[in-house]
């Protein structure tokens, strides 16, 4: 079967028994109700267009909730020298959007995610604030699916990879690094401020301003509100609004 002929099988709801069970295997987990793995999978675009009454939001929700718990009883038991900021630093970068895009590429999450027409037209499957999010809702579907060991036992494996092969644990996203700045320089935090939503549900972009002590200081877009402030965030950066004036170290 063609590529097109495969997507088109596999987004109308023909019998994907054999794509799922291959899915499975990568995630390392059997569920005991496949429904649930179903729902995980499914976007709002794919909702929206089929008229359905349930997509992954809410086990999105659910699985942000597990992800945080096990990342940090993982760095809680492996690090017992590092001190609090520094587990939650290295917290921040593991469940991090660039982080869960990349798990999600590890274990082929795009291909087997249901997605609407324009969706999938616009690349969706590669979108890594998309990704992101559906592997929190994958996550929160072996949860409610085996309970919290389940959840470990699919997690635990991806942390510890990505814990392995990351020797700079500096590489923190702009969100993060500009509210340490700000904390530390203000000793307040910044704030994020939706300015503008377009487009249709399925494929919205949205325009995040990012202000500090009430003053604007970055403007950033993305298909996710996420996506949106660590724009903003690395606008605001590389504004260099927090640089010591000159004279001053």
Known sequence: MNKAGEWLRRLWGADVSADLRAFEQRLGHAFG??????????????????????????????????????????????????????????K???????????LAHRVELGEVLRLGVGEHRSGGREKPSLL???????????????GLAAGESVIEPLLRQEMEETDDWDR??????????????????????????????????????????????GVGSGSSKKAAQQEAARRALEGGFLDPPEGHS
């Open 33 to 90: 109700d496949r429904d649930l793995l179903r729902l995980a999978l499914t976007h709002r675009s794919f909702a929206n267009e089929r008229q359905l009454a349930n997509q992954n939001e809410r086990l999105e929700f659910l699985g942000d909730a597990v992800l945080g718990l096990v990342t940090a009883r993982l760095l809680y038991r492996e690090h017992p020298d590092l001190p609090e900021g520094e587990l939650s630093r290295r």
């Open 132 to 146: 992101a999010d559906t592997l929190e809702a994958v996550f929160g579907a072996v949860y409610l699916d085996g």
């Open 92 to 102: 921040s970068y593991l469940v991090s959007e660039p982080t869960l895009a990349a």
């Open 172 to 217: 923190r996203d702009p969100k993060t690094q500009l509210q340490e700045l700000v904390q530390a320089r203000v000793g307040s935090l910044p704030r994020y401020v939706i300015r503008e939503e377009q487009g249709p549900d399925h494929a919205k972009t949205f325009t995040v301003e990012c202000r500090v002590s009430g003053e604007a200081v």
